[in-house]
T-cell receptor
Framework: QQQVKQSPQSLIVQKGGISIINCAYENTAFDYFPWYQQFPGKGPALLIAIRPDVSEKKEGRFTISFNKSAKQFSLHIMDSQPGDSATYFCAAESRGNTPLVFGKGTRLSVIA | ETGVTQSPTHLIKTRGQQVTLRCSSQSGHNTVSWYQQALGQGPQFIFQYYREEENGRGNFPPRFSGLQFPNYSSELNVNALELDDSALYLC????????????????FGPGTRLTVL
């Protein structure tokens, strides 16, 4: 049973465009939703995270939108740059109760 | 860099062998979680160690075992290796306070790439 479903599997965006990655979850006990960025040969690095008491969180060019009733959340990368080319993972957990559950990842390529 | 280190970087083993992977947590962190990341997949939780005891386990067989030492570093041991064990093994360190609540985020190391032939 996949608790966090992520789409699309891969994404190609023009430089300066907006990259959008979507995730849906099933467990209503989840209360923490991070996004990780992973470059080849590296471990995942925390990019931005949100709790379900807010509908949006923005940090620089990265924004998480959260829809609690639909059990969905998404990552928006504004003004996408070639350096953003990486694999992005959404994840979810019930802090202190369940481990991090990851989506399958989205491979983003930003082309000039 | 997160301050979480793992060794070795790469490892090649044959089926049936045993392997030990090591992780040094970030300074000040008391919790280590291990994840398996198969090619093209997201990390999957193996188990977590807190105060030298296993504190949660994912859907992995008993041949996956671990240890945490007094300095909070950790080992992952896998016995009777199978071809499907080929993956990137990640450790993540964090801090927990009494009651299980996290004090901070999980910080991942660079991983150990295990190949089983």
């Amino acid at each position: 049973q996949q608790q966090v479903k992520q789409s699309p599997q891969s994404l190609i965006v023009q430089k300066g465009g907006i990259s959008i990655i979507n995730c849906a979850y099933e467990n209503t006990a989840f209360d923490y939703f991070p996004w990780y960025q992973q470059f080849p040969g590296k471990g995942p690095a925390l990019l931005i995270a949100i709790r379900p008491d807010v509908s949006e969180k923005k940090e620089g060019r990265f924004t998480i939108s959260f829809n609690k009733s639909a059990k969905q959340f998404s990552l928006h990368i504004m003004d996408s740059q070639p350096g953003d080319s990486a694999t992005y993972f959404c994840a979810a957990e019930s802090r202190g109760n369940t481990p991090l559950v990851f989506g399958k990842g989205t491979r983003l390529s930003v082309i000039a | 860099e997160t301050g979480v280190t793992q060794s070795p970087t790469h490892l090649i083993k044959t089926r049936g062998q045993q392997v030990t992977l090591r992780c040094s947590s970030q300074s000040g962190h008391n919790t280590v979680s291990w994840y398996q990341q198969a090619l093209g997949q997201g990390p999957q939780f193996i188990f977590q160690y807190y105060r030298e005891e296993e504190n949660g386990r994912g859907n992995f067989p008993p041949r996956f075992s671990g240890l945490q030492f007094p300095n909070y570093s950790s080992e992952l041991n896998v016995n009777a290796l199978e071809l499907d064990d080929s993956a990137l093994y990640l450790c993540a360190s964090s801090s927990k306070i009494a009651g299980g609540r996290y004090y901070n985020e999980q910080f991942f190391g660079p991983g150990t790439r295990l190949t089983v032939l």
